[in-house]
Nanobody, 115 residues
């Protein structure tokens, strides 16, 4: 059973930075893609950023230029570097990994941006 464990969330002021980590229990090469989603209160879960096995990335328009997704294959870990955080970035951030037939989720980590 695949396990994804997120860490790195917390409280930060507007303009600040956080780095989220998602550690997988197995080789991340087994996944077609990995990504970060977020869900704010009363809103649907949305894609923030994703990275494929080959290293291609895509970002939500709202975070492009501020967030960067990366992977360390040796550590089986995917990161989300978040800069210039704004109150609207406040949400629970979930790590996702998918194969051709399965979708895996982490437990989520809270990010709160407050003035």
């Amino acid at each position: 059973q695949v396990q994804l464990v997120e860490s790195g969330g917390g409280l930060v002021q507007p303009g600040g930075s956080l780095r989220l980590s998602c550690a997988a229990s197995g080789s991340i090469f087994s996944f077609n893609a990995m990504g970060w989603y977020r869900q704010a209160p009363g809103k649907q879960r949305e894609l923030v950023a994703a990275i494929t096995r080959g290293g291609s990335t895509n970002y939500a328009r709202s975070v492009k230029g501020r967030f960067t997704i990366s992977r360390d294959n040796a550590k089986n870990t995917v990161y989300l570097q978040m800069n210039s955080l704004q109150p609207e970035d406040t949400a629970i951030y979930y790590c996702n990994a998918r194969t051709a037939s399965r979708n895996y989720w982490g437990q989520g980590t809270q990010v709160t941006v407050f003035s």
